[in-house]
């Protein structure tokens, strides 16, 4: 049980584009998703929280209108990396919290989103 | 803020050999702490969660302890394998609490050596 899944598993595309990444939560419901990034050789920095049904709250240094994250459903969040650069290059993770019945506040993690922009 | 410091950096021994990992965080008001294994280009696989209520968790090889008034963790290897060779993260909660996400160190890469 437990389990999230992120599609896709890597994306390449072109600078000035955008790309979507999903984050589904497969055999529970996340009233709380989180966003992760981890850059090469370095470790994960907590990009934005995202809760079902309101505005996502971002970290400081992260831009909201450059990464935009929707949460319609209790199992579905969306991150887009809008008009897309060589520098937002990077590996992005995404994590559920649990909700009842489950480990109090343990998140469980997707297998990640290779972004390369060329 | 949370801040999460990972000692070693970096860890190379022999198979066969015990090891400890250490963790430690400046805020001490966390609901639980996790450790976490990362292999090369891939993503995160969870190996222990303890509770601020807990000391310990174990689970096979693996022994986790929670010091909340120290502000450390150790992860604990017995009889290494190469097949433990990874990257060890442990993160804690960002602002303190349960609630909110968490803040990684920057982890311990480790190579057992066959």
């Known amino acids: 049980g437990a389990v999230v899944s992120q599609h896709p598993s890597w994306v390449i595309c072109k600078s000035g584009t955008s790309v979507k990444i999903e984050c589904r939560s497969l055999?529970?419901?996340?009233?709380?998703m989180f966003w992760y990034r981890q850059f090469p050789k370095q470790s994960l920095m907590l990009m934005a929280t995202?809760?079902?049904?309101?505005?996502?709250?971002?970290e400081q240094g992260v831009e909201k209108d450059k990464f935009l994250i929707n949460h319609a459903s209790l199992t579905l969040s969306t991150l887009t990396v809008t008009s897309a650069h060589p520098e937002d290059s990077s590996f992005y993770i995404c994590?559920?919290?649990?909700?009842?019945?489950?480990?109090?506040?343990?998140?469980?993690f997707g297998p990640g989103t290779r972004l390369t922009v060329t | 803020k949370q801040e999460v410091t990972q000692i070693p950096a970096a860890l190379s021994v022999p198979e066969g050999e015990n090891l400890v990992l250490n963790c430690s965080f400046t805020d001490s008001a966390i609901y639980n702490l996790q450790w976490f294994r990362q292999d090369p280009g891939k993503g995160l696989t969870s190996l222990l969660l303890i509770q601020s209520s807990q000391r310990e968790q174990t689970s096979g090889r693996l022994n986790a302890s929670l010091d909340k008034s120290s502000g450390r963790s150790t992860l604990y290897i017995a009889a290494s394998q190469p097949g433990d060779s990874a990257t060890y993260l442990c993160a804690a909660p960002y602002s303190g609490g349960g609630a909110d996400g968490l803040t990684f160190g920057k982890g311990t890469h480790l190579i057992i050596q066959p």
């Open positions: 994590s559920a919290r649990g909700g009842y019945g489950m480990a109090p506040y343990e998140q469980y």
């Open positions: 055999d529970f419901q996340a009233t709380t």
């Open positions: 995202s809760n079902e049904g309101s505005k996502a709250t971002y």
